[in-house]
């Protein structure tokens, strides 16, 4: 006799679990892509933006790689690492900073020439990093086998070559912003619009001049950034032209806000997602926490790749910053003062976003990064900027413009200067007043740039890159664009029915003058 086998509810009950889990894990494995970031060189605050997106993407189900050349220091635990070993070096790095410091406003004709002169410098540093990547048999192996996307560092030109050659979906992250100039070359943006010598609420913004020089501007930049990438390696491992890498290939992300910068038009596959490493402040080390409460206090610093370049520099600071009536906390590594004041505190690193947002802090003496500039307003800190090279011009024009706080030129600024400058900063209101108001601005978003950043990653990964974003505009050659060969077109049927007109004219009269001598 069979036996009668009952099932019962808590064996239903498990079973239909078990289905939903096995099913949950399905679809986890099946939307679930492996996603790698590569910043530029050594900067430190690149890949911290590309790291904060990936952290992101991993609460999403993904999986997010960093991959650093061997020279990094920095380390992310929370996520996987994946390391290079590179012949570049930090000697050669800081010699290529050294190249830059020396460079004017890149949003400026002799700024961008002087870029184009230095760039030549480079090219050696950038084929040996590329080359060094690309000779990773293991890591391009992997890569090859489990990357769905890669997030790129727009000033890194060795990641395109890396996306391009793999065939791999690319997202760029632009850790510097629009930076004026670059912003027409790679994101297509209006020439017109650039920001040269005035801002674009100035009647003095569009006039002939200001269009011609940006015009110039734009040319010789644009043969820069051609010049700056790995051509060699290009033809030898991408199959695309060199203009995939002077273009966005799908989504790109520029962690700025228009509250601070201003606003121009962009293509639909442009997001601008706000400030990535501005938040919150955290609580502080016992030993900072002690030294800044209850305290007037000034923050200084000048970025992890500019504090060991400034020898000269230092000493002018040290000055400057013990004749203020505050404390001092500074962040500077390599060149230490001989003489300094009572007032100020040294240190190699604090975790500047959290000092910032701390009640004691009252000015921000900085080079005028963006990420730096970003965190100073997200935390309503006005700014004393001696902006070096690159974006930074661009950063410190805005802060000035905007009554953020007070820009000075490096050049020729003198101790007393920086000293009174400060002083003014901390204690006219309208900077407080001007940066809080921008700083709300800033946080008034429906979730955090980070968050919008993967949301933007994770929409590209489910569409192949999000083609149907991208405008035809990326490949239409300048005259098209900006229908030079329509003007040309106008103007001479306009000469031609011109000079119809005028000979027709003349036909008439010769015609008549003609009749008159015949009559007479």
Same mark, same amino acid.
């Given at each position: ?210 269009? $011609? ?8 930049? @644009? ?29 790109? $992300?520029? &962690? ?20 990535? $490493? ?72 604090? &975790? ?55 820009? $000075? ?102 015609? @008549?003058?003609? @009749? ?5």
């Amino acid at each position: 006799m069979a036996a009668n086998f009952k099932v019962t509810p808590s064996f239903q009950t498990r079973g239909f679990v078990l289905s939903v889990c096995i099913a949950a894990f399905c679809i986890e494995k099946a939307f679930s892509s492996h996603v790698i970031g590569m910043a530029n060189l050594n900067y430190f605050s690149h890949n911290r933006v590309l790291w904060k997106i990936g952290t992101e993407l991993q609460a999403k189900g993904h999986k997010y790689t960093q991959v650093l050349p061997s020279y990094a220091k920095d380390s992310y635990p929370d996520v996987e690492v994946k390391v290079f070993n590179t012949s570049v070096t930090e000697e050669i790095i800081e010699e290529a900073h050294a190249t830059f410091m020396k460079l004017d406003n890149l949003n400026s004709i002799s700024g961008a020439f002087r870029f184009f002169q230095a760039v030549q410098s480079l090219n050696d540093m950038v084929q040996s990093f590329c080359n060094d990547l690309f000779d990773s048999d293991h890591l391009i192996s992997e890569i090859r086998e489990s990357v769905d996307l890669v997030l790129c560092d727009t000033t890194n030109p060795c990641c395109p070559v890396l996306a391009g050659a793999l065939n791999i979906t690319r997202v760029d992250v632009s850790p510097v912003g629009f930076l004026g100039v670059f912003s027409a070359v790679y994101y297509n943006t209006p020439i017109a619009y650039l920001p040269l010598e005035h801002m674009p609420d100035s009647p003095q913004a569009f006039s002939f001049v200001n269009r $011609l020089k940006s015009f110039i501007t734009f040319m010789i930049m @644009r043969s820069t950034i051609s010049k700056m990438l790995p051509h060699e390696i290009w033809e030898k491992h991408a199959p695309q032209g060199i203009e995939y890498a002077m273009k966005p290939s799908g989504i790109a $992300l520029i &962690p700025h806000d228009f509250a601070l910068n201003y606003p121009r038009p962009l293509a639909p596959n442009v997001k601008v997602i706000g400030p990535v $490493l501005a938040e919150p402040a955290q609580k502080l080390p016992n030993d900072l926490e002690t030294f800044l409460t209850n305290k007037e206090v000034v923050v200084v610093s000048f970025g992890t790749t500019l504090s060991s370049h400034l020898p000269g520099f230092v000493e002018k600071i040290a000055e400057a910053l013990g004749k203020l009536p505050y404390h001092v906390l500074w962040k500077q590594v390599g060149n230490l003062p001989e003489d300094m004041g009572s007032n100020i505190k040294i240190i190699s690193w604090f &975790p500047q976003n959290d000092v910032l947002g701390h009640p004691s802090t009252k000015v921000f003496v900085t080079h005028g990064g963006l990420n730096s500039v970003l965190e100073s307003v997200y935390h309503a800190v006005p700014m004393v900027v001696l902006p070096f090279f690159g974006d930074q011009h661009e950063q410190a024009s805005l802060v000035t413009r905007k009554e953020l706080g007070i820009s $000075l030129d490096k050049k020729v600024v003198k101790s007393e200067d920086i000293a009174r400058s400060i002083i003014e900063v901390a204690n006219n209101k309208k900077y407080k007043e001007n940066v809080q108001h921008i700083s709300e601005l800033l946080r008034d978003r429906p979730q955090s740039p980070a968050k919008e950043g993967a949301y933007w990653v994770d929409y590209a990964l489910k569409h192949r890159g999000v083609k149907h974003l991208m405008s035809n505009a990326y490949n239409m050659p300048l005259y098209q664009l900006y229908m030079f060969d329509v003007f040309l077109f106008i103007c001479v049927a306009i000469l031609v029915v011109i000079c119809m007109f005028v000979g027709l004219c003349y036909f008439v009269v010769c015609r @008549r003058k003609s @009749r008159k001598e015949k009559t007479t």
